[in-house]
């Protein structure tokens, strides 16, 4: 069956550092992928998007890869603040290129 | 715009009861989805529209729910008779398009629903 792990549930990392996470996918062959952010009581927020054909995006801080071989990409904030925590889902499509979503990793940035 | 709203924020009803959630996508966008997030099962997606016509309704638990989308402005989520395990955060979702072109998805601010 299809998956989407995101290895983390949680990640504590002091100002001014690169966060890293990871999401992993399996019996998938995504044509894209989506990042999202979701802040307590919110809806989830989209940030970035990357097609398969892209190993890499960047928007301001953040910076996206994407390895279609290792079914794999990595979502990192460089120069983080304490504004950054949050829990972080990356989403794949599926068959109607609807978006499934990981379990998401929350990220904690201490000042 | 004001994007995605949804209504009630937060409803508390006894186990038995209907309940319907209501959601108004942004102006333009042509799909709508509803997603259900708990604790232990993450966001699963429940339903989707396009153009008002329901696309894939794998994701809806049992007969107990039902959707409804009568215009492009407006949709519904009902679930009756209600139960306590429906309890979770429900989001409404909408996007420009359909298919293929990996649009961001816009959420509401979500419905919590305790069943007690």
């Known amino acids: 069956s299809q998956k989407i792990e995101q290895n983390s549930e949680a990640l504590n990392i002091q100002e001014g550092k690169t966060a890293t996470l990871t999401c992993n996918y399996t019996n998938y062959s995504p044509a894209y992928l989506q990042w999202y952010r979701q802040d307590p009581g919110r809806g989830p927020v989209f940030l970035l998007l990357?097609?398969?054909?892209?190993k890499e995006k960047r928007k301001e801080r953040l910076k996206v890869t994407f390895d279609t071989t290792l079914k794999q990409s990595l979502f990192h904030i460089t120069a983080s603040q304490p504004a950054d925590s949050a829990t972080y889902l990356c989403?794949?499509?599926?068959?109607?290129?609807?978006?499934?979503f990981g379990a998401g990793t929350r990220l904690t940035v201490k000042p | 715009d004001a994007g995605v709203i949804q209504s009630p924020r937060h409803e508390v009803t006894e186990m038995g009861q209907e309940v319907t959630l209501r959601c108004k996508p942004i102006?333009?966008?042509?799909?709508l989805f509803w997603y259900r997030q708990t604790m232990m099962r993450g966001l699963e997606l429940l339903i989707y529209?396009?153009?008002?016509?329901?696309?894939?309704d794998s994701g809806m638990p049992e007969d107990r729910f039902s959707a409804k989308m009568p215009n492009a402005s407006f949709s519904t989520l009902k679930i009756q008779p209600s139960e306590p395990r429906d309890s979770a955060v429900y989001f409404c979702?909408?996007?420009?398009?359909?298919?293929?072109?990996?649009?961001?998805?816009?959420f509401g601010s979500g419905t919590r629903l305790t069943v007690v």
């Open positions: 529209f396009n153009n008002n016509v329901p696309i894939d």
């Open positions: 989403a794949l499509p599926y068959n109607n290129n609807d978006m499934r």
């Open positions: 102006s333009g966008h042509n799909s």
């Open positions: 990357i097609r398969e054909n892209e």
């Open positions: 979702a909408s996007s420009p398009m359909g298919r293929g072109l990996g649009y961001g998805y816009t």
